[in-house]
């Protein structure tokens, strides 16, 4: 993992924080990332970018706060960082603010997660990946002459380290990947879009066959959906009683009492 050749970030932080009598937490972050855009068999867009960051968290000894933060991560900035931190945790004093000390409670933690990729970000190479989405986009625009289909793929390659000044040392990436087909039908002056995608946590989406055979599927499902709905009556307005697929169903109980449940539940968070 990339976050692994962050010891020194630790080290520059622990030693400024012990210079201060200073809590400190760091969360230090590295993404890479790939996005295409196909329209009507056309490349529209492509984006790659790489990103690290890192934030500093510090407490006083009564639980004051402060938070910096730098798009860079060296050892020079990470000491700035709780510099400029510890400057806000007395500011936070000075002006009264609410002190914390629940940081004296957390217990230590040193664990690595590395999330298992069967084909990882630089194992497909940007041609190859636009040629494929080309041609999955080609097949569901071909289905009909009524269909205009533009196909978004965006693949993302994430890692976190979060290390504390009681020893914690934390690891873990979060990749993930998705292939998105918008589908639009149109015939005078009507017209209806419809959506199909497939989503994993790497070049899978496009490598494995019964991945991409999902996908096909899906789009071909949607664009069927699209041209019914064309034809497709007017719904009177009024009060209905309905019956919902299990993606509506569960965006409306996330929206309803998840959010609730992720507090809750923000103890046994890593961040948290």
């Known amino acids: 993992m990339r976050v692994e050749a ?5 080290e520059a932080c622990l030693a400024a924080g012990q210079a201060q009598d200073l809590y400190w937490i760091a969360r230090m972050q590295s993404t890479k990332s790939i996005g295409v855009q196909i329209n ?13 960051g890192l934030g500093v968290q510090v407490f006083t000894a ?5 938070f910096a933060a730098a798009d860079q991560v060296t050892s020079k900035i990470a000491g700035e960082l709780v510099e400029k931190a510890a ?44 040629a494929q989405l080309i041609t999955l986009n080609q097949e569901i625009a071909a ?16 890692e976190w380290r979060i290390c504390r000044a009681d020893g914690t040392d934390v690891l873990f990436n979060t990749p993930r990947a998705f292939i998105f087909h918008s589908i639009t039908a149109k015939s005078g002056k ?13 070049l899978e989406v496009l490598r494995d066959a019964r991945r991409v055979q999902k996908l096909q599927k899906r789009g071909k499902k949607a664009a069927k959906l ?15 009683k309905l019956v919902i697929d299990y993606a509506l169903a569960k965006g409306l109980a996330h929206e309803a009492f998840g959010h609730a449940a992720e507090t809750d539940g923000l103890d046994s968070s890593l961040l948290g």
């Open 190 to 202: 009507q017209t209806a879009t419809t959506y199909g995608n497939i989503a994993g946590v790497d």
């Open 226 to 240: 699209a041209l019914d709905l064309l034809t497709a009556p007017p719904i009177p307005s009024g009060s209905y």
């Open 6 to 10: 962050y010891d020194q970030i630790r």
């Open 40 to 52: 009507n068999g056309k490349t529209e867009e492509i984006s790659t970018g790489s990103f690290t």
């Open 87 to 130: 400057f806000l945790a007395a500011e936070s004093a000075r002006f009264g603010g609410e002190a914390n000390l629940e940081f004296q409670k957390l217990p230590l933690l040193q664990k690595k997660i590395d999330s298992p990729m069967r084909y990882p970000y630089d194992t497909m190479d940007l041609k190859t990946i636009e």
């Open 143 to 158: 289905l009909d002459e009524n269909l205009a289909v533009r196909t978004i793929f965006r693949l993302v390659d994430e």
């Open 62 to 66: 009564a639980g004051y706060m402060g």
